[in-house]
């Protein structure tokens, strides 16, 4: 619960910086990946041992030297090769800890953003689905959807029996963050539907259980253990970000370019990475 | 105990957590973050890289093979060994050998001499190791190769160059503004002719690693790879120039080799530069590294701000090669490498940097071939000295460096070339490997004065105080063969050799000042002396000169600009005077006979480039070389004078009391082996057909080895 409260914490500040930036996800993508890669390697050469790395990736490089050098003598040749696979193993090793230190904030701070950049919020008049999964077919008949003021359902609810799901199209008619409701057994359960303009924070789906899955994909709390339904889902349209004459998945382009920006700001610090 | 199972429950859940979130495979795990990438990026590159090369390798293979099997049998169809292992340690004498192994110091040599060969090896004239080291690769005389001593003279105005190789500015240069921008990079033409024998094992398919062998630079296409040795210039174009850094009020200025820098304080910061290149802009400035030292008197020792690197240092402690960058104008500059000596913090603030040497690593000129060898080497073993004469016995000599600073310096370079030798020898398993090592001849230069009693260089210490340096010298390249015959198998000739051997260096004589005196050389009216390089001196009405080490020459007309002694009669008989006059020349001081031999070039010399030797060469006795001042075209008043530097030791005497050393794990059948003799040798171990042109003969070896292991 503890974890939870940080993580809640952590994404109303995380709120705070990215809605004001409103309808620019790519300026967005690009200043963050920019950021994180400075930060990546400034934290990469505090963790890292800087020498040994040097040391090592010395070594490689001088090895692969050996091979075009010495390419006349065969034993020379495969002894190089066997020293680049040694070599490379050492380097692996070396960059284990900072990997470490690295790819727990990293993962989280992709997650957290993926809330704001993985999908968009649904307009106005535009239809989407939400999906209800139970743990048992029988227990589809006995779910009703409710909706506030402002949706719509615009057909009638689809039963995937082998799927254990119950699916509804709907439709908002205005702006606004509406809760929908599926009664189960006796049981009410909420789910948040985003209907806005630009970047806002949505969350896909409401699970019952699983802590990482609930942390990795929800952005609401999880449903109560005594229900039938395992989980509900909104159906909000992926997002994709053009760049350079090219339709990207933010993650792709954020992965490229704080990379490359990586790179850069490792050149002129003089890490070694 | 069970707080231990805890400890390894805690553990295991947590790799268990961090398995979970590196392995369920959800879009946003799809990237870990660039530090993840970087790890995974740089190594996938390597493996890549090698992935890469390995299959063109593979695939081309066996045409490789094919084409190798039939070099191959060519190269070592006819060999008589599989692998020859030079070791050449310059300057390594004889005599002191010999006394050593009877001491019982060497049992590595001892054993090569038992059960192999020990023999003298017949020098050059003269006994120069530019010129030694020319002729073992040529396996010709001076006239055909060219090198007469380090420097050269140009007779268009008695000057000085260097005798090996000359570096020009690139030809083309775009004008902008105030700026002349090279277009190109300086033309390096390299002095020495022939073709070193590693040309021919190349050609006929025998591989060849070749570290460090004197006039090498600039280095030549061959296949093989080859590390320049000395005559490779530092950053400034010199041979050696060490800065000296201080807050002393500035005193003499050295008289070769060196410069002093003064330290300008700030509170308590220290700030002065490394001089470097001129700047490539065309300025005609001299470009500048500055940086910082920030003393802590309590701790004797510094910080020492160079660009972006801090280091500490104490008293006494050199750092390690420390990489400088002198920047010109429109983001040129001029990389190098130096170390820092930290000589006083208290009360005055001293440091020493070496002269600034090409950085193997990122070479602004070429010091190997292929290039990449030298960058291969910086990679694996770290940054190395490049400088032709990187140990910097100047300093030792102007006393900016002492004995143990000297020593330190020596060590840690020649320990640099133990290791990439021996690498050397890992990567020849067949064919040729040959280094060469000059501690040997730095280390006798600079502390002959303690081997033998009353060297004026040495006066004032007792003789229980002086150090074995060169007993120690000794015993440590023993060592160094006792690890090489470790390595080689019987089917490896290894041969020990050096250039020359090594004499006592107590008195110097100005052969120039006994021109004047003789009324061979005339000064300008009024004076009495000249200042360097002939300054005032009256060419008009000159005969003869000397200049460098032992080179005599006549003032030839139509030769020399101001040349005034007719070629054929004339000059044959001043020849002849002069020949007559100065061999057997006395010491007054000592009665000691102080040049033992004058040798015609016309006599000791054959082949194309005769016209740029000197005319006669000087034979010094031991204990006899020229004076420091005769060998910078000084005239001075006096003939005889005491060596008082650190310097005391030298070979460029008479060539036949300087022979060098031969040790061969073989036996050796020779008359009288030469160091002009080990080319054709080595071209016949290998069943090579000798160029005609050759003067050496090569030997009779034994078929088995005799003392390998």
Sequence with gaps: MRGEAMIVRFSSALHGSLVPLGDAPLFLVLAVAVVIGLLMVVVFRYVSNQKAIGRTKDRLKANLLAVRLFQDQLPVVMQAYARILIGTGSYLRLAFTPFLMAILPITFLIVQMDRYLGWTPLHPEQNFLVEASVDSADALNDIELQVPPGLVISAPPVHAITDKEVVWRLMADRYGRYDLNIRAAGQRLAKRVVVAPGIARLSPVRLRDSFWERMLYSGEAALPDNTSISSIAVIYPPRTIAFVWLEWNWILLFFVVSLTSGFIFKSVLGIKI | ?709
């Excluded at chain 2, 740029?612 to 005239?635: C, E, F, H, Q, T």
């Design chain 2, 1 to 709: 105990m069970k707080s231990c199972a805890v400890g390894r429950i805690r553990l295991g859940a947590f790799m268990a957590l961090l398995l979970l979130v590196l392995l369920v495979p959800l879009p946003s795990h799809a990237y870990a973050g660039p530090g993840a990438g970087f790890a995974v990026l740089s190594s996938f590159w390597t493996i890549f890289v090698a992935f890469l090369y390995s299959f063109y390798a593979l695939v081309t293979w066996p045409i490789r093979q094919l084409f190798r099997l039939v070099r191959r049998r060519k190269a070592y169809g006819k060999a008589q060994v599989k692998r020859v292992v030079i070791v050449g340690f310059d300057g390594m004498d004889p005599e002191l050998a010999n006394r050593f192994i009877d001491e019982g110091r060497l049992p590595h040599f001892a054993k090569l001499r038992d059960g192999g060969t020990f023999r003298p090896l017949r020098t050059t004239f003269p006994a120069i190791s530019p010129v030694a080291w020319s002729t073992f690769q040529t396996g010709v005389n001076p006239g055909k190769h060219n090198i007469y001593d380090f420097l050269a003279r140009d007779l268009s105005n008695y000057l000085p160059y260097l005798s090996s190789a000359q570096i020009r500015e690139p030809k083309r240069h775009l004008h902008l503004g105030k700026y002349s921008i090279p277009l190109g990079k300086p033309e390096i033409k390299g002095m020495r002719r022939g073709t070193p024998f590693w040309h021919w094992l190349g050609k006929a398919g025998v591989f060849c690693s070749v570290i460090r062998v004197p006039v090498t630079f600039p280095p030549e296409k061959f296949p093989g790879v080859l590390l320049s040795g000395m005559c490779v210039p530092d950053l400034k174009g010199s041979q050696g120039t060490f800065c000296f850094c201080s807050t002393r009020s500035v005193g003499d200025k050295f008289r070769e080799g060196g410069v002093r820098i003064p330290i300008e304080r700030e509170g308590n910061i220290f700030r002065t530069y490394i001089p470097g290149p001129e700047d490539p802009l065309g300025s005609g400035a001299e470009l500048r590294a500055q940086f910082e030292i920030l003393p802590d008197v309590g701790r004797e020792q510094a910080r020492v701000k160079v660009d972006s690197e801090t280091l500490t240092l104490k008293v006494g402690e050199y750092s390690e090669w420390v990489p400088v960058k002198f920047k010109a104008g429109l983001g040129f500059s001029a990389r190098g490498i130096c170390r820092f000596y930290l000589k006083e913090v208290s009360p005055e603030v001293e440091v020493y940097v070496t002269p600034v040497n090409i950085d193997p690593g990122r070479p602004d000129l070429p010091i190997s071939h292929p290039v990449t060898y030298s960058i291969y080497l910086a990679k694996l073993f770290g940054p190395y000295a490049t400088l032709g004469l990187a140990e910097d016995t100047w300093a030792l000599n102007e006393e900016v460096l002492d004995d143990q600073a000297f020593l330190a310096q020596c060590y840690s370079n020649h320990e640099d070339r133990e290791r990439m030798f021996f690498d050397a020898l890992e990567k020849t398993p067949q064919g040729l490997c040959a280094c060469v090592f000059d501690t040997t001849d730095r280390v006798q230069h600079m502390f002959w004065r303690y081997l033998e009693d009353g060297h004026p260089a040495a006066k004032g210490v007792p003789k229980e105080q002086r150090p074995s340096v060169i007993q120690e010298l000794y015993a440590r390249m023993d060592n160094l063969i006792g690890r090489v015959m470790e390595q080689i198998d019987d089917q490896t000739l290894l041969l020990v050799i050096s250039d020359h051997g090594f004499k006592s260096f107590a008195r110097c004589v100005n052969v120039n000042a006994w021109l004047h005196q003789n009324g061979y050389l005339t000064l300008k009216e009024g004076k009495t002396e000249s200042g360097d390089w002939f300054e005032d001196v009256d060419w008009s009405h000159t005969h003869a000169y000397t200049m460098g080490l032992n080179g005599l020459y006549l003032n030839v007309k139509g030769r020399e600009r101001e040349g005034i002694v007719e070629t054929g009669v004339e000059s044959e008989a001043l020849k002849e005077e002069l020949r007559a006059r100065l061999d057997g020349l006395v010491d007054p001081a000592l009665g000691s006979v102080a040049i033992t031999g004058m040798f015609d070039c016309d006599g000791v010399y054959a082949g194309p480039y005769v016209d740029n030797a000197p005319d006669l060469i000087v034979g010094y006795g031991a204990g006899y070389r020229a004076s420091w001042d005769s060998v910078m075209g000084k005239v001075t008043g006096t003939i005889f004078e005491d060596n008082t530097k650190a310097w005391s030791g030298d070979h460029c005497v008479d060539p036949r009391l300087v022979p060098g050393v031969l040790f061969c794990n073989r036996q050796i059948t020779a008359e009288k082996p030469g160091i002009v003799d080990v080319a054709p040798t080595i071209l016949k171990l290998f069943g090579l057909k000798l160029p005609s042109y050759y003067d050496g003969k090569p030997w009779t070896i034994a078929a088995a080895a005799a003392a390998g292991k």
